[in-house]
C-alpha cells in the first residue's frame, strides 16, 4: 500500500516494515527541509555535505557523511547545491553511476544558462539517471506545512523507471507529481517559479494601458477643455467623474476582448476552411487568458458599482440639486416630467445591474472549485451563452445612457467624441460579427469545420 504523509507524523515506524534510504547532497536551507519532511514521512535520511563533522541544525535521526560515503549509502540522491558547485560531482562519477540524481536547483533569472541546470547535471554525471523535480516547492512552505497553493511538482526525466522512483517519493510526501515527459522540459521547469503570474501579464498591462489612455481623453474633454474655453475649474472630476467613466470604460472594453479572439478565431476557420492549422501565437496566447481578461474586468465593473453607489453624496451633486430647486423657486418654473426621460433612465440603470449580476456570475463560475463541479457544456453554456448576454447587456446599458447624445455634434470637444463612444466601438464590433456568425448559413458552415468536417470527406 502506498504511505502519504500529509500531517507532521512522529517519527516512529513499524519496526517490520524496512526504511527506503534516501541521500541528499548539501547541508543547507533545502536540503535539511527535504530531509526532515522525508523522515516524518518514515524514509531514512543520510546526508552529504563537505563538512561531515561541523553541519548543524540537521534534524534528529539523520545521518552525515561525506560527500563520496553518503552517496554509497542509497541508489537514489537528491542534490540541494547550487548549480555554480556542480563541478566536484564529476569527481563521484564512479560512485554515481547508475545512480538516480535528483536536481532540485533553481535560477536566478529566466534562461540564465543555455542548458538547463538538469541537463547540465546530466553532462558532468553521464553514468547516472538525471530527474527534475521539487524545485517549484519552497524550503519555507515543506517546513511549515504551508503547501496548500503549491502542491504541485513538475517531474521529468529521460529514463522511466527513475522518473517513477522520483514519482513514488513526491506522492509520499503528500504532494503532487506532474510528469512533464523527458529531460528536455527541465528549461520549462526550472523557469517556472521565475515567473511572476504568466496569464495574468497581458490582462494587466492591458488594462493598466486603457485606463491610462482613456483616464488622459477624460481630463483632456472635461477638465483641459473647460479651462481653454471658459477658465472654468473643473479639475474636482479627476477624483470621482472621471475614474467613474475611466472604470466602466475599461470593464466594458475588457469583456469585449474576451470574446474577440473567439469571433477571431471562428473567421480565420470560415476563410481557411478548415480547423486543422493551427492559429498564430499571439491568437494562441490571448484564447489563454479570456478567464484573466474577464476577472480583471469584473474587478473594474465593481469599481464601477462602487464609485457609482457614492454619487448622491458628493458635494457637487448636492449643489447642482439645491442650485436647480432654489432657481426653480425662485424663477417660478418647474421642469415638466416627461416620461421617456423616465425610462430611459431606469433602463440604463436596470440593464446596468442585471448585466453586473451576470457578470458575477460568470467571475464565480470562472472559479476552479466552482467550474469543477460542471460538465464540459455546462461551462460552455455559462462561459459563452451567458457571456454574450452579459455583453449585451452591457452594451445596452452604455448605448441608453448615452442616448441620443452620443450622436449629437455638439458632444464633440476639441473634435473629439465623449469616451462611451470608443468604448462602443469593440464591443459592438464583436456583437455584429457574432450575430453573422450565428446566421444559419454561415452557422453551419462554421459547425461543419469544427466537426472535421472536411477531413471526412476526404476518406468518403
Ligand atoms: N531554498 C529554497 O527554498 C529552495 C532551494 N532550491 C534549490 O536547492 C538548492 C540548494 O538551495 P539552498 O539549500 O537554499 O542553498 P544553501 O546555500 O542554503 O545550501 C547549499 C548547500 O550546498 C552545499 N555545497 C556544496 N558545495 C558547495 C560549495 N562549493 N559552496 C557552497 N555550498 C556548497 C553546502 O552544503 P554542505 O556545506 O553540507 O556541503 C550548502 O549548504 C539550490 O539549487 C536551490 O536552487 C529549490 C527550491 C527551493
Ligand atoms: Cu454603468
Known sequence: MEKTCTVMLPLTMNSSEKRENVCIFGTGDFGRSLGLKMLQCGYSVVFGSRNPRTSRLLPNGAEVLSYSEAAQKSDIILIAIHREHYEFLTDLIEVLKGKILVDVSNNLKINQYPESNAEYLAQLVPGAHVVKAFNTISAWALQSGALDASRQVFVCGN????????????????????????????TEIENYPLQLFPMWRFPFYLSAALCLFFFIYCVIREVIYPYVQEKEDSTFRMAISIPNRVFPITALTL????????????????????????????????????????LVALGFAFLHAIYTLVIPIRYYV???????????????KDNPFITSMAWLSDSYVSLGILGFFLFVLLGITSLPSVSNMMNWREFRFVQSKLGYLTLILCTAHTLVYGGRRFLSPSILRWYLPSAYVLALIIPCTVLVIKFILI?????????????????????S
Not at 318 to 332: L, P, S
Not at 439 to 459: A, D, F, H, V
Open 159 to 186: 529514463d522511466s523507471k527513475a522518473k517513477q522512483r522520483v514519482v513514488d517519493i513526491v506522492r509520499t510526501l503528500g504532494l503532487t507529481p506532474l510528469d512533464q515527459g523527458s529531460l528536455s522540459a527541465a
Open 439 to 459: 446566421m444559419p448559413c454561415i452557422n453551419k458552415t462554421l459547425m461543419r469545420i469544427r466537426q472535421g468536417w472536411e477531413r471526412n470527406s476526404k476518406y
Open 255 to 294: 469583456l469585449a476582448l474576451v470574446y474577440l479572439p473567439g469571433v477571431i478565431a471562428a473567421i480565420l476557420q470560415l476563410y481557411r476552411g478548415t480547423k486543422y492549422q493551427r492559429f498564430p501565437d499571439w491568437l494562441d496566447h490571448w484564447m489563454l487568458c479570456r478567464k484573466q481578461l474577464g
Open 318 to 332: 448636492r449643489w447642482r440639486i439645491r442650485n436647480t430647486t432654489i432657481t426653480q423657486v425662485i424663477t417660478k
